[in-house]
């Protein structure tokens, strides 16, 4: 294995899971978050050697999977596209135990949300620290934690509509 090789190997290993829970979170639905978790990493891939260290490489894939989700929903008829969404995590509702059901309503509820607290929510629940997500996401620390704090009350708002359904 060339050295390119070794590293693209272990940046997948430390990436791809929070990757594919970003990529999640903006479809709600696994097989799309599958293919733009491996889209971004085939771009990942293709870029490495331009990657100059000038942030963390976490926020580079970060930006690049943001990139790749934003396009891919842009690219989707809007409207059938949300109909899509919710019927299959209505769908998936049904197929995860007791357990699990918390976390299929709080899904449900993160797809609600607009694009841009979408990847803001997800980061924060990947636990990413905050100085990486305000630059992941272009605004400063400050306002940051002013968003999530709003983006938390209109998850609350919506885990709890969806609750009562």
Not at 49 to 66: C, E, G, M, P, Q
Not at 110 to 129: Q, Y
């Amino acid at each position: 294995m060339s050295q390119k090789d070794v590293l693209f190997k272990e940046i997948f290993d430390k990436n791809s899971k929070k990757i594919f829970h970003l990529c999640y979170g903006y479809t709600g639905d696994k097989d799309s978050a599958n293919d733009l978790l491996q889209e971004t990493f085939l771009k990942v891939w293709q870029n490495l050697d331009k990657f100059r260290n000038k942030s963390l490489i976490s926020t580079w894939i970060y930006r690049i999977a943001v990139n790749t989700c934003l396009t891919y929903l842009r690219s989707e008829k809007r409207q059938a596209k949300d109909e899509l969404t919710e019927n299959i995590i209505e769908n998936r509702v049904e197929e995860f135990s007791e357990k699990n059901e918390q976390v299929a309503l709080l899904y449900k509820s993160i797809s609600k949300l607009e694009e841009n607290d979408r990847l803001i929510i997800t980061m924060v629940l990947d636990e990413l620290p905050y100085n990486e997500i305000a630059e992941i996401s272009g605004i400063s620390e400050g306002n940051l934690r002013v968003k999530i704090h709003r983006i938390k009350q209109k998850l609350t708002e919506l885990y709890n509509q969806n609750a009562r359904i």
